[in-house]
């Protein structure tokens, strides 16, 4: 008589000791599996669910300047290490990670118009309305500048070259200066009354881009004499970013609630046109992988936008912030830093529901295959509604409510006067047409 006996390998369902995780075996053949799809939609479903509901983005708040704060400057080396300005003059450098103030100084007389670390990180430069630049040292901490240049007007704007001695500042004149003289290197103007903000190249170092009181952006070249060309704005610029991986592409934030993104290639339309804001935009920066902006608005919120996106990913507030005025994303792609006018810096997680600290495999492999799901399922209309609603703040909702309000009167008005008009008499404008006018030297 033959017999036929089950074996089974107590290696493959037994643990070596109670520490070690059950084995689990899947089969993964479609055909025992029928509802295969609809498992993974739900698990999908759930994930994003859970996604929002662990979406807590606010680590911590750090306190002690006594004015609404201007302008922040970022380490170039140290991650966890930021400068602060306020109004009435003073700075501060702060670790991250300890949530500390190292050092505080009364740098100038009146607002801190910018300031900046050199590219080593040994030295800060600030700029004021007492119409002086100093420069500091980072490492002692002392509150005597290490030099001090007096300016014949008032400097609104600060910016240093990333791999030179050179910086840069704006106010009647764009003026070009080098570490150790008293003198500007070289003056760049082009016809305007003044200049509040400049900025230099991220990847190409020799590149300045500047935005005047005209509207106008105006870009320079250092190797140059004059400007290279400017695009007018049909509402005043207030800041500008360049992408640190793509040289020729910057986006600058705008009055009229936008941020517009330029390839100086060919400056007649810009790339694209990121609207979600419910106020002016006063400040933004890049990710150090170029994929994506933060910016800083005078709504009160901060928020995340994907560069090749018109709608924000994410927006931050609270309750008791107020208008925004810089941003910053610290270089590790991890945090976002916002200073605002009520005497605070804010440190954010730059993914909202990201899990901090050390994880296990397990845990690890979870979040991956939940990432996969929701990236798998994003285009289905309930995952995609849960993954974009965001709550916000009551006077955002209305203010947003009013300008699609006021947006949808002027189309159907455009749409009335082009249907009763000859043919080409009332063109149709593109939003990424209708706020620009090139111009070269």
């Not at 040292?137 to 600060?158: F, N, Q, Y």
């Not at 005025?325 to 605070?344: G, H, P, Q, R």
Request: net charge positive; proline share 3%.
């Amino acid at each position: 008589m033959k017999i036929k006996v089950l074996t089974r390998n107590p290696s493959d369902y037994v643990r070596e000791s109670k520490h070690d995780i059950h084995k689990l075996n899947r089969n993964y053949s479609s055909t025992e599996h029928p509802f295969e799809a609809e498992r993974e939609y739900q698990r999908a479903v759930n994930a994003v669910k859970l996604e929002r509901v662990h979406a807590k983005p606010l680590l911590g708040s750090l306190d002690g300047h006594r004015d609404g704060l201007t302008c922040l400057a970022k380490h170039p080396s140290s991650l966890s290490t930021i400068a602060s300005a306020s109004a009435d003059g003073e700075c501060r450098v702060w670790s991250l990670a300890e949530r500390t103030c190292l050092a505080t100084w009364q740098a100038h007389e009146g607002v801190v118009r910018g300031t900046v670390f050199n590219p080593d990180g040994s030295k800060i430069l600030t700029c004021g309305d007492d119409k002086t630049i100093k420069l500091w040292d980072a490492t002692a901490w002392s509150d005597i500048p290490v030099e001090t240049i007096v300016s014949k007007a008032m400097v609104a704007g600060l910016s240093h070259a990333a791999d030179s001695d050179q910086f840069v500042t704006c106010g009647e004149s764009v003026q070009l200066w080098t570490t150790g003289r008293a003198v500007p290197t070289r003056t760049f103007q082009w016809g305007v009354d003044s200049v509040h903000h400049v900025k230099f190249g991220a990847v190409e170092k020799h590149l300045l881009g500047a935005a005047a009181s005209d509207r106008s952006i105006i870009l320079y070249d250092t190797r140059e004499v004059g400007p290279i060309r400017r695009v007018v704005m049909n509402l005043k610029t207030n800041a500008i970013a360049w992408n640190p991986m793509e040289a020729m592409v910057f986006s600058v934030a705008s009055e009229d609630y936008n941020i517009y993104a330029f390839d100086m290639r060919n400056l007649q339309r810009p790339v694209n046109v990121q609207m979600d804001h419910a106020g002016a935009v006063i400040d933004l920066d890049y990710s150090p992988t170029g994929r994506e902006i933060v910016s800083a608005s005078y709504d009160k919120t901060v928020r995340l936008w994907a560069t090749d996106s018109g709608r924000s990913r994410d927006v931050y507030h609270t309750k008791r912030m107020q208008r925004l005025t810089s941003v910053a994303w610290s270089l590790d792609n991890k945090y976002v830093v916002s200073a605002s006018d009520e005497m605070c810096l804010r440190l954010w997680k730059a993914r909202a529901s990201e899990k901090l600290g050390l994880m296990r495999d397990r845990q690890r492999v979870a979040l991956d295959y939940s990432e996969k799901l929701k990236e798998k399922y994003a285009q289905h209309p309930k995952v995609a509604r849960i993954a974009r609603h965001r709550q916000v703040p009551r006077h955002v909702m209305k203010a947003q409510k009013e300008i699609r309000t006021i947006k949808e009167g002027k189309a159907k008005k455009d749409a009335n006067r082009r249907k009763h008009s000859k043919p080409g008499a009332v063109p149709h404008v593109s939003e990424r047409e209708a706020h620009t006018r090139e111009e070269y030297e």
